[in-house]
């Protein structure tokens, strides 16, 4: 049997959700929205694509600062003690160039419906350099896990 580590926690996690909820900032204001997302194999990075006419992009255009939420809910009574949710801190830079070449390669693996959409000359691939992961398990269970370093609760 395998030990449930956060970093494990975190991988199921990103392995069995497709979708995470975006906090951006419009003038201070927050702003949520549901992003499709694939996560980089050291965990260091969340991708998600976005029209560039989109009140997110705007937001995320004047303030790169970012929450992302992916969690397991299946919207019953039980998921106070079962769910598992995750909110990933960073700030979101939007992509060119090779770069821009070589993270969609990931993203797209991860969700091939989203090709044409990806490619559209109004879309941007943004990447989230992840500071910092708040994982939250058993209703009250919290642990912190810098990027990079080891969790602490």
């Known amino acids: 049997m395998t030990e449930n580590t956060p970093r494990t926690v975190l ?83 939007e992509l060119a160039g090779e770069e821009h070449q070589a993270f969609l390669g990931v993203y797209l693996e991860r969700h091939p419906s989203m090709r044409e959409f990806a490619h559209a000359p109004t879309t941007s691939l943004f990447r989230v350099s992840v500071e910092r992961y708040v994982l939250v398990d058993h209703f009250q269970h919290v642990v912190n896990m810098d990027v990079g370093q080891g969790p602490s609760c």
Do not use: C, H, M, W
């Not at 927050?30 to 009140?55: E, H, I």
């Open 11 to 93: 991988e199921e996690l990103f392995r069995t959700q497709r979708f995470a909820v975006l906090a951006t900032a419009q003038a201070g204001d927050p702003y949520a929205s549901l992003v499709a997302f694939a996560v980089t194999p050291d965990l260091k990075g969340v991708l998600f694509v976005t029209s560039q006419l989109t009140r997110k992009y705007g937001n995320l255009r004047s303030d790169p600062r970012v929450a992302l939420l992916i969690d397991s809910r299946a919207n019953r009574v039980t998921d106070f003690q079962a769910a598992v949710a995750v909110t990933a801190l960073g700030r979101a830079s």
